[in-house]
């Protein structure tokens, strides 16, 4: 008789069923006998784990198919290796079982890691192939996710690579892919500095001809809704108040429905380069929506990490394979005047605010716990001290000024405009704020200022700002300084990294008066 070995074993409502060895004419009924036995416990769910199966013959089938008869619910049949598998499918037992195959085992031990990120890292296996791994954590549905994704933008003509088979790697799972002898975008950088102007306007041109994609009716989610559920999930669960929901809520609502590819994570080491060829990775959070949530994660790790230089530059080395901060400056410069075309300072600054703004808002949902990017405890601290320094504080007035008629939207924020009218929305906006800002200017009494007024409106007060100088040397040309806009001194110097004492402040107060 050929070998057989089976066990079971009751989980809640859940009925598991481990088959070994081989299935065939000898020993079909001693098998059919087990699980009419083990059947009857109650139960909903049935769970095959094929793992040690080598060989299941017809007959072996027919016990399969009596059982499947019996049960309410699909079965699922679990770690079913190739030849087992090859079987399933040829005689249509994939379409009757929820058939899930065996994973290879790989190991990543001395393979060159090129690319670190916050849900794994990824290695080259060999000359012709790259492994993502993922950490441990990461379910297996979420791994499958990203593998359907990737197939799904291939298949869409987005330039990514060849996804293949879904693997073991010790304790992780990961996903293999086709890919040629390649470097990321930061390591060309990091190799070749003299060539940053050139691979940051490749960079933009290549998400520029992605952005042109339209996904409509596919397996791709709408990243939109996913971010509204998962704020809703980060005040649910009490990472932020309801006032703090209410009013991030408003910019998705105000955010105007797009079905653009979007790639989600445009981190710097998630864009690949051979020989001139341009290939995205990571698609697990691919889907479609408005191009200002792609954008923003572009900022996220160049332009704000450089500017927060060491405050935040340490937290997310890996992501940027250890670029400096004035090189991830330059890139997002580039980048933004490439991407859209334009040189004109004032209106370069509104469109890196709107960015800023909504790669905040990720952080909060992020640091609240609406949604999980696989980040250690620490990474999701600094995404809620973000949010907090960063974007509440002056939460209204972002709001009030985004404008998607600068992204090419029309004014009912319903639909996309046409090829050209995207640069008119531009000029006319920076038009419209323009004279907004010296009618403002009219308006605004100089001589009000105090710890208690925004640091932009310090900023343009010279003699307030001569104050500032004295009492902190070098705080005009810090490149923080721009982030912390809507921000009062007052509430600055709560920070320890702005080295603003108590003393000071009433100081710098008292100066203020002065100037009345």
């Not at 809640?12 to 081989?22: E, H, K, M, P, Q």
């Not at 693997?167 to 040629?180: A, K, R, T």
């Not at 952005?211 to 989610?221: A, E, F, Y």
């Amino acid at each position: 008789m050929s070998n057989l070995v089976y066990s079971s074993v009751l989980d809640g409502d859940t009925l598991t069923i481990s088959v070994g060895g081989r299935v065939d004419s000898d020993n079909t009924g001693k098998l059919r006998e087990y699980f009419a036995e083990e059947c009857q416990q109650a139960h909903e769910k049935l769970v095959l784990d094929l793992e040690g199966l080598e060989y299941i013959s017809s007959a072996g089938l027919r016990v399969l198919l009596a059982v499947r008869k019996n049960e309410l619910e699909a079965i699922k049949a679990l770690n079913v290796n190739p030849a087992v598998y090859e079987i399933l499918e040829m005689t249509g037992f994939t379409q009757m079982l929820e058939v899930s195959r065996s994973l290879r085992h790989v190991s990543i031990q001395d393979c060159e890691i090129i690319g670190q990120g916050a849900q794994g890292g990824v290695y080259r296996l060999d000359k012709d192939s790259i492994i993502k791994v993922f950490k441990p954590h990461m379910p297996r549905a979420e791994v499958e996710r990203e593998r359907s994704r990737a197939q799904e933008a291939l298949l869409r003509g987005i330039p990514t690579a060849i996804p293949y088979d879904i693997v073991q790697c010790g304790d992780s799972l990961g996903v293999v892919y086709e890919m040629l002898s390649t470097d990321t975008l930061s390591g060309h950088i990091i190799k070749e500095p003299e060539r940053l102007e050139h691979y940051a306007k490749e960079y933009a041109r290549t998400v520029k001809r992605f952005h042109d994609s339209d996904v409509r009716d596919t397996i791709l989610p709408d990243i939109r809704k996913r971010r509204m559920d998962g704020l809703l999930r980060a005040r649910q669960c009490g990472g932020i108040s309801q006032e703090q929901y209410e009013g991030c809520k408003r910019f998705f609502d105000l955010l105007p429905e797009r079905t653009t590819f979007i790639h989600g994570d445009l981190n710097p080491n998630n864009y690949m380069i051979h020989n001139g060829e341009t290939l995205l990775v990571d698609m697990g959070g691919a889907g479609y929506g408005h191009p200002i949530m792609d954008i923003a994660s572009a900022y996220l790790i160049t332009g704000f990490v450089g500017r927060l230089e060491g405050n935040l530059s340490e937290a997310v080395e890996g992501m940027t394979n250890i670029m400096t901060a004035e090189q991830l400056l330059s890139l997002w410069e580039i980048f933004i005047r490439e991407y859209f075309g334009i040189e004109d300072r004032e209106l370069l600054d509104i469109l890196e605010k709107q960015c800023e703004t909504f790669a905040l808002l990720n952080m909060v949902i992020v640091g609240g716990g609406g949604l999980d990017m696989g980040i250690d405890e620490e990474g999701i601290k600094m995404c809620k001290a973000s949010g907090e320094a960063f974007l509440f504080p002056d939460l209204d007035e972002r709001y009030e000024a985004m404008d998607f008629s600068l992204w090419g939207d029309a004014v009912d924020g319903k639909t996309r405009r046409k090829t050209g009218a995207k640069k008119h929305g531009l000029m006319v906006g920076l038009a419209a704020r323009k004279k907004g800002k010296a009618q403002n200017a009219q308006a605004v009494d100089p001589a009000k200022i105090s710890i208690d007024s925004k640091i932009k409106d310090i900023i343009d007060n010279e003699a307030a700002m001569a104050i500032l100088e004295r009492y902190i040397p070098g705080i005009g040309g810090n490149k923080q300084l721009k982030m912390a806009y809507g921000m009062t001194l007052r509430a600055i110097q709560k920070f320890p990294q702005a080295g603003i004492s108590e003393e000071q402040l009433t100081e710098i107060e008292k100066e203020f008066a002065g100037l009345l």
